[in-house]
């Protein structure tokens, strides 16, 4: 950015462009040619203060004006009313606007704001958390959020309010840019402006997120042990770090900033872009200063990759200083390092997970039924009365797999939904199921987003006969009434049988059937050539489908991954380390929660033995060839796609006897194939019989007697027969 030459002079006149005062609240106007000729650009920071009287410096951002009665007049300037007060400054007067120092406005992350509305009792506390989430909303449409930016006359529940921002980040003179991430606390009647803001120094500790109870309660006992003295004869945990751990939209860096809202001490954020050197000198900074600090290290894997020695070093030499200082005093030196990753295994250097660093660690998980429900209570839908309570659990229902910041932008949709539906963006009108079934089409769980392998819609009866595979899969799956929570499916089910047989389309259906959600891949997809890679891609799959729970992995092929150690072929090199990766997810299923695992083979007797033992594939349903009633099936689907008139379906049934199901779909797709231009075959329509006689004759069964006979002594071998 080209810096501003040097402070500029103009004189502030009444805003006669049509423009929303929200949005441009924070911005202040200038003619095009004064902001190239003095080096500023659209959307950088600048103070704006009075010159005769300068009782207050405001920042401000600079934007072109399109008003047309200043056009060519660069002596001017336009401010909103909002913007003027906040820096007293009239009409008429002349202001000088000067560089501060800064390219963008900041993210906005803790918003002191207060309730203005006279004659109105104050807000009531089970009220607002609701009207926090509606000023967040109107923070969002104006984009930019300074300390005096007023909102009037809201409509929420009760009373129409107005609102002013008091202080921004513990500013009460900066501009800052919305972001998902920021938050209201309300300043209450009496207070002093500066409270909230700044006081005197809180309490290390974090309550009040929805949702988060138990990592709360472990975040909270690591904090206790802050300001303890302990005994000689006591051992101590010496770090003064801990890692937070979770998927996308979970909530790390919402904590991270109530871990900062505590107020405990001094904040010091670490950046990605840091050298090493600066690294060290927010430890030595913390140490030598002897007063509370917080470092926090937002998503840590960007620091401390492969390609980034130094910073890692930097790390473990600081939090060596402080573990060492906890030894040496018998409590903790007031720092407190706080990390957030994604994954604590794969993001944590190996150097950095001991005693003296980051060997603490907790986890935010997708939150299950009850913090749903917390989490949407929390925000407070508009729902009319009579329906809050069933909305809520309707919604909780149908969000398995739904982070909170997933749920907020469910919420966010819902209401949209209403002023799409109704024309009315006052709020007023109550959200209803319809809302809410439109969001659930719009907003879909993150940890679903890039599942490219999702199966196609498929439903039991698409599948012809097969009934008493059917049978047994639901069985297996459905939860039965009188069992309640105490139920528990069968942690692995195995397909197996000849090919072609409808096991893969049987698992799509079992998807569709059951409302879980599915991950499907085939058994060779997950082989890499390259150490480690097969193990984390299969712990990688299996971590995601904890965190998407209620859910199926369906493995198809799974003797490419699972063959018989004993054995060669696949199980050579890469397919050791992925049987052994799968067999240590199985057997920690007890963590697992509702995760079950599908397969589908054509080998079975290749299976590795250690696969089929107990609490791992627990179940194994035998997929047969297609029976009379599934070959009519069959034959009447591809009939109707192909539009043959005139079949004799029981009798080609009959004839088809020892077919596979995907057999029997290409032998109608080759006795009907164009042979000319016109897309006509070489029989007419009414001689189909003709067609498929010739073409049953002609086509050899896949599926030998000798195969069938391996299947079956393969049951009798497991005692199935």
């Known amino acids: 950015m080209v810096a501003m030459k040097k402070p500029i002079e103009v004189k502030v006149r009444i805003q006669s462009q049509e423009l929303p005062s929200q949005k441009h609240a924070a911005k202040v106007f200038l003619n095009g040619t004064l902001q190239v000729e003095n080096g500023l650009q659209s959307g950088q920071v600048v103070y704006v203060e009075s010159v005769a009287e300068p009782k207050k410096r405001c920042e401000a951002i600079v934007w072109p004006s399109t008003d047309v009665n200043l056009k060519g007049n660069k002596s001017v300037a336009t401010l909103s009313l909002a913007l003027r007060e906040a820096a007293s400054i009239g009409l008429g007067e002349l202001i000088q606007i000067s560089d501060a120092g800064k390219t963008t406005a900041p993210d906005a992350e803790r918003v002191v704001v207060r309730d203005i509305t006279p004659d109105v009792p104050a807000i009531a506390e089970a009220e607002k958390k609701y009207w926090a989430w509606t000023v967040e909303t109107l923070f969002q449409e104006a984009e930019f959020v300074f300390p005096g930016l007023k909102f009037h006359k809201v409509v929420g529940k009760g009373y129409r309010r107005s609102f002013l921002v008091v202080s921004v980040n513990g500013s009460h003179n900066n501009v800052t840019k919305y972001s998902p991430n920021t938050r209201v606390q309300w300043l209450d009647e009496g207070m002093d402006d500066g409270e909230g803001a700044h006081g005197a120094p809180g309490r290390l500790e974090v309550t009040g997120m929805p949702g988060m109870k138990e990592p709360l309660d472990k975040l909270n006992e690591f904090f206790s042990d802050y300001g303890v003295k302990y005994s000689p004869k006591i051992i101590i945990d010496p770090s003064c770090a801990i890692v937070i751990q979770g998927s996308r939209g979970t909530g790390k860096t919402m904590l991270l900033k109530q871990i900062a809202n505590t107020r405990w001490g001094t904040v010091k954020r670490v950046k990605s872009t840091d050298k090493p050197h600066a690294i060290q000198e927010y430890f030595r900074s913390a140490i030598d200063e002897e007063k509370p600090t917080i470092i926090l290290m937002d998503n840590i894997k960007t620091l401390v990759g492969k390609d980034k020695p130094g910073a890692s070093d930097a790390i473990l030499n600081g939090l060596e200083e402080l573990a060492a200082l906890t030894e040496r005093n018998g409590k903790r030196p007031d720092v407190l390092v706080v990390a957030t990753c994604g994954n604590y295994s794969d993001d944590i250097p190996d150097g950095l997970q ?6 603490r660690h907790i986890t935010l998980t997708i939150p299950d039924a009850p913090a749903r429900k917390e989490i949407v209570r929390y925000y407070s839908p508009n729902f009319s009365e009579e329906n809050f309570e069933q909305f809520v659990s309707d919604m909780v229902d149908r969000t398995h797999a739904y982070t909170g910041r997933d749920l907020k932008k469910l919420l966010h949709a819902t209401t949209h939904a209403s002023q799409r539906r109704t024309g009315d963006r006052s709020g007023e009108q109550p959200l209803t199921w319809d ?25 039991w009866n698409d599948i012809g006969g097969y009934q008493e595979v059917k049978r047994a ?22 397909m197996y049988g000849p090919p072609g047989c409808s096991k893969t389309m049987t698992a799509q259906a079992l998807a569709t059937e059951s409302g879980f959600n599915f991950f499907s891949v085939k058994g060779g997809e997950l082989l890499n050539m390259y150490v480690g890679e097969t193990e984390r891609s299969i712990r990688n799959l299996f971590q995601r489908a904890r965190e998407a729970s209620p859910s199926v992995i369906f493995f198809d092929e799974i003797d490419s991954i699972a063959g018989n150690r004993s ?8 397919g050791v380390q992925a049987l052994g990766a799968l067999l240590s997810e199985m057997d920690g299923f007890e963590e697992m929660g509702d995760v079950f695992v599908l397969a589908a083979t054509n080998k079975p007797d290749s299976l590795d033995p250690a696969l089929m033992r107990p609490g791992r594939f627990d179940e194994t349903i035998y997929v047969p060839l297609p029976d009379d009633q599934a070959r009519e099936a069959i034959i009447s689907r591809k009939a109707q796609q192909l539009r043959i008139p005139s079949l004799d379906i029981p009798e080609l049934a009959r004839r088809t006897n020892g077919y596979s199901g995907a057999e029997l779909s290409r032998l109608f797709d080759k006795a009907f194939m164009p042979v000319d231009d016109s897309g006509g075959v070489d029989d007419e329509p009414d001689n189909g019989m003709a067609v498929l006689e010739r073409a049953i004759r002609r086509t ?4 030998t007697p000798q195969m069938l006979a391996h299947f079956a002594a393969w049951r009798l071998s497991r005692n199935e027969l």
Not at 567 to 574: I, K, P, R
């Open 354 to 359: 001991t005693e003296s660093t980051f060997e």
């Open 473 to 494: 899969l639901r069985q297996v799956f459905n939860r039965p009434p009188s069992h309640g929570v105490q139920w528990r499916p069968p942690k692995g089910v195995l």
């Open 435 to 459: 809302d809410v079934r439109q969001a659930l089409q719009e907003v879909r769980p993150t940890a679903m987003h890039d599942i490219t392998l999702k199966p196609p819609i498929v439903r």
């Open 700 to 703: 050899p069964k896949g599926v």
């Open 567 to 574: 054995g060669s072929g696949a199980t050579a090199g890469g």
